[in-house]
Structure formats: C-alpha cells, structure tokens
C-alpha cells in the first residue's frame, strides 16, 4: 500500500465503501491519512447502576452471575446475565453473540459499556462490549476519534480503515525541515499523524495537532511568500526620526499606554526608521485603544517633514478622529484636515490644494475621498481604520498615492478576511490584547421584551447619575408587516415615556452625513442623554461617558456585531452595562447570545460565531482564494500563524527557489497541490 493508492487498497474497503469516502473528499491512502477527527470520545468512568437512565450510553462495573445462554433451536440466539454493583442490578442482554459466553465468567467483576434501554418496566444493558477492569481504565487515558460521516459509513468502518492506513505513516513527507521542528518543538511528522488519530491522551493529541496545525500554515506561507517575492522587502527613502515630539505627545496624554500600546509603537518606529516599507496590521479588540496607535505613528512622520493620511469607514468616526487628534497635533505646529463627502465643493477644493501645497500635514478622512483625484505632496503614511470594513482595492489605491507610503492597518476583527489580507498584502502584525486598565467589566444580560420597564428604570438612574446611553433598534422607520422596532417610533416612543426629564435623540444612515456628525458631537459633548440609533454607531465611535447600550432585537445580528455595539460602551472608568433584548422564542437564538455574556475576547466571539454560522457567511472577496484548513483554524491558531510565516521567511530569504535537498519537498507540493491556487489568488 502505498500514500497515492485509492483507499480501496486497505482491507475492507470494496467499491461502496470508496465511493462514500470519495464523497467526503478522501480517495487516496494519503488523504484519508489527512481528514481529521473533529472530536474525540472518551470512555467515562462506570457509575452505579442505580443511576443508569434510559437512552444513555451506560458504564457499569460490576459482578456477574445467572449467565443464560440460548438453546440451540431458537432463532435469534439471544444471551443475558445479570450484573449486580452495590447499588442495584441490571440484565445484560446480547443479540446473536453466543461467544460472549466464553467472556463472560459468573462471579467475576468486568466492565460493561453499552446502550440503556426500557424493557417492560425494567432498565436493560443492550449489547454491551466487555472490558476487564485495567484494560478499560487503560482506554480511559485514551481519546476515541470522531470523524465526520455520511450516510452507509459508519464511525466504525473509518476507525478501522484508519488503523491500517496509519501502519504507512512513515512514507509522509516530511515538509518543515528540521532545523525548524527542533526550534518550535515539533513531532516528526509519523508521529504526529498517529496521535492525531488515536492519541495516548490528550495532551498528545494537542502536540500532535500543533504539529500538523504548523505544517499546514507553514506551507501555506512558503506559497504566498513565493508568489509575492516581487514585490517582498521595498526599500524605502523616506527619512523618518523620532524627535521626541512622540514622547512628549505621550507624557501629556490623561492615561498611561498600556504595555502592548507601547510595544505595537516600538515596532512601528522600527519599521519607520528601518530603511524599508512598513506594512503592518494592528489587530485589537473593540476599545483596546488602537487609535492613539496611529495618532503616535501619524505624529512621527508629520514631525519628520512627510504627510500623514488616516482613512475611517464612517464620516463619524472620521470627524471622531479628526476631533481628538488636530487638538493633539496643534502643540507641535502641525496641520489636520478633514475631508469628507458632506462638505461643499468648495471646502474640498480647499483641502485638495492644502494636500498638495503641503499646507495640511495630516488628512483625516473616509475612502470614498481617498479614491478621488488626490495628490499629496510627501505622503509618508496611510493608516486605515477598521481594516475589515475595506476592500483590498482601497487600500492601494490610497498606497499608490505617495511613493510607496509607510502602510498601518487597524482592525478589531479576526475574521479571515482580515487575515487573508493580511496573508495577502504580506503584513507584520501587531497585538494589542491588553486592555486600559482603568476598565471595569461591562455588565451583560440577556433579556425577554418584558424587560422594558425595568430597563427604563435603570436608564434613568444611569443618567441622573451623569451617564448617557444607547439604544439599539434594527429599523430606522416602520414598515408594514414588522413588527421591529425602529429608531424613529422608538425615539416619539421614549420622549413620551420620559417627557422632558431626559433629552433624546436619533442617529441612522438615512440621515444626510452632516446631521449624522452633528448628532454625535452632540452626544459627545453631553447635549443629550439618549441615543436612539441603528447600527450605522457600530464601528468606532468613541463616548467615554456613555456607559449603557441596549441592543433590540439582539438575536437578529451576528455575535461580531453585537461585540463591535457593545464596544461603544466600557469606553472610561465607569461600570457599563450591555442589554441585549431578544424577541427570539427559541432556545438556540438565546444560547447564542448567552456567548455574549460569558466572554468579552472578540477572538473567542468571532470563533463562536463562525462556528454557528459557517465559515461561508463571512465571505469576502478574498476568501475565494483561501484553501480550507484540514486541522488548523485559522482563527484559534493564529499564533502558530506568526510563527509558521517566520519559518517561510527565513527559508524563502535562504533559498529563494527551494532548491535545498532539505526544500525539495516543500517545492514538489507547492508545484502541484498549490499551482490551482495561485491562479486563484492573481486574480482576485
Ligand atoms: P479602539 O481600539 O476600539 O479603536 P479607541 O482607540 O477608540 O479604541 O480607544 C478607546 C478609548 O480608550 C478612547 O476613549 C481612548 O481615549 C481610551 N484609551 C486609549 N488608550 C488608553 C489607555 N492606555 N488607558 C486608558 N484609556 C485609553
Ligand atoms: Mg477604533
């Protein structure tokens, strides 16, 4: 048996049996040898019998005795025993097995595994497998795979085809070469395989999984760093220092940096200074403080003579940006302007000639500008904003602006798309996952609609202390035949509840930009108390002060987007509260949103969320280029990621056209399993 062989080469595999397998994308030896379990079993510890419950998988230990074996005339050779523990007894009973009686030994103690059923009023062990004593306390150490089936394949039939085709895992190429598997502690490839299948326990099932897990990317980004190797490592001419206008901007701020705040700065002076092109991502979580990030960044190159650009997805957030940072800038001379689509011609007209006469240093604004005829005179850096809300398209075309500009994408969002993009544009990455540490938990609740007394009770003590809050709706007017609330009758809705004690107001997309940044400056500056809105406040809106959203209609969204809303709150020091309203009957909608309760790490929510969802819902356009992952997720794994594509670099950087003996593996796959890929790839 060889890795090419078509699984009908293993034992027991005739033409049915491979045609099912083929459904699941396996037909060689090889490929069976790479599909996964999904989970693995493991065998429980035996409980009294006293305890057994119908349906369930039961294990019990205990003493055998009235063995009954059938007489030779009946038809159906049916076996029972009765076992006895302290607790109580239960019959055994096996269908057409009449060997089991030269297993079963009265007297004796075994362990017993098999389905609990109801006969007549009495439980029964139906078919139950035998296990002496320290053979199943052995299993139990043991994890039992689980694969994905269809139907006519049984869980069983793949075990045991697996089992056979591990006796060839020796023949695996080998692709990490193994300088590298010794640095990152890797299995040797074999192994791995074995204990990915039937692992001894579980922490070698996790060794084996990264080892593979490792593999996959690795490979993965020795592909795209050959694809891109044109493009890879621009020299940059742009002089940029560090003045100490940086350190000063940092001295003066009303908090202190974090210390991953600081360390993604460092790495961005580095990148500044270090003679080539920076392309990185900073990837944070909702108010993890990204943007003081880019501000910092933006103040280096401004201060060094260059021009700064910083593009937002939203007017608002763009106006939020512009807002905080031409305060900051004023103090070391320096010029911000925004551009956006609400302003006159003539405004814009005035912002195009200060870009291109270098009057303006830093221009904040949202893409859609950025595509138009702009010209600056010393673009130095382009910073994007909630990346994920972006094409790929945009983000260059703001690139080819300058003379290949410093390049810093900011994104709160693990999904593929970011990451593919990332994969793709070749970027660093930096984290932020520590968050200011002034921060208090936001408190969460799920609620029914019954809830809306209370919470108008609690609003308004939330503002009678001070606070502000927001109120989610999915519409922004009534429509027929929904039953929704929207942000217009909501808002009539509340002035009348609460009549002229709190002031309201609305926000939603259908509002001209200008009303729009009106509105949040309003709020921003406490002119107001409520804000009624759709998720048009989703990204990036920035209103320390207010500490208490409540979201309608909860379940209609997806888990990332209900983290990005609740995000708005938990901005300061105060204690914020997340409501989330759910209209849902089911329990399925209620459990999803119970995730949001139990966790606020956007990565675990986005994982959640994909899983419930499936991977297809976040398409973008990207993801057409993006294989399928066999073990590594590439969300969870992301750390591996990091290290995977810093092998690729220094093996690509030695041996460019993978030539080494020790790459000629890695050649071999990439110029046949890839090459359908990559033309995937150059063309999205
Ligand atoms: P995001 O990463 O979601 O873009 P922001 O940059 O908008 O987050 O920051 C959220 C809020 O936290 C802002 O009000 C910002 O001023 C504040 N902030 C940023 N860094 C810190 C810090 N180190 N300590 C306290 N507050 C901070
Ligand atoms: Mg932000």
Redesign the pocket.
Known sequence: MELKDSVSSIKGIGEKTQKLFEKLGVESVGELLTFYPTRYDTFSDPKPIAELKEGEDGVICGLVSRVVTPGYASRIKILTCIVTDPSGSIELVWFNQPYVKFELKSGYHFIFRGKVRLKGKKLQLEQPKIYKREDYYRLQTALQPVYPLTAGLTLNTVRKSMKQALTITGDMPEFVPLKFRKKYELLKKNHAVTEMHFPKSRETMMEARRSLVFEEFFLFMVFLRQMSLGREVKESSLVIKDNGECDDLIGK??????SD?IKTFEEIKNDLTSGRVMARLIQ???????????ELALLMVAGSGYQGAIMAPTEVLAKQHYE?MQKDMDRYGLKCCLLVGSMTAAEKKKVYSDIAEHRADIVIGTHTLFQEKLVFDKLGLCVT??QHRFGVRQRESLSKKGISPHILV?S?TPIPRTLAMMLYGDMDISR?TTM????QAIKNCVVGQGYRNTAYNFIRKQIEEGRQAYIICPMIDAEEDSELENVTDYTEKLKDIFGNTLRIDKLHGKMKPKEKNDVMLKFKNKEFDILISTTVIEV?I?V?NATMIIIQHADRYGLATLHQLR?RVG??QKKSYCILVSSAKGQTAKQRLQIMTTTTDGFKIASEDLKMRGPGEFTGTLQHGFPEFKAGDIIKDVKLIEYAKQVAVDIIADDPELIAPEHTNINYLINTKYSQLSKIIQVG
Not at 253 to 258: A, G, I, N, R, S
Request: glycine share 18%.
């Open positions: 701020l009303p908090y202190e940096l974090t705040q944070g979580d909702v108010g993890s403080g990204k943007t003081v990030v880019a905080s904003d909630e900011m709160a932020i200011p540490s002034d921060r990036g920035d320390p995000g901005r300061g």
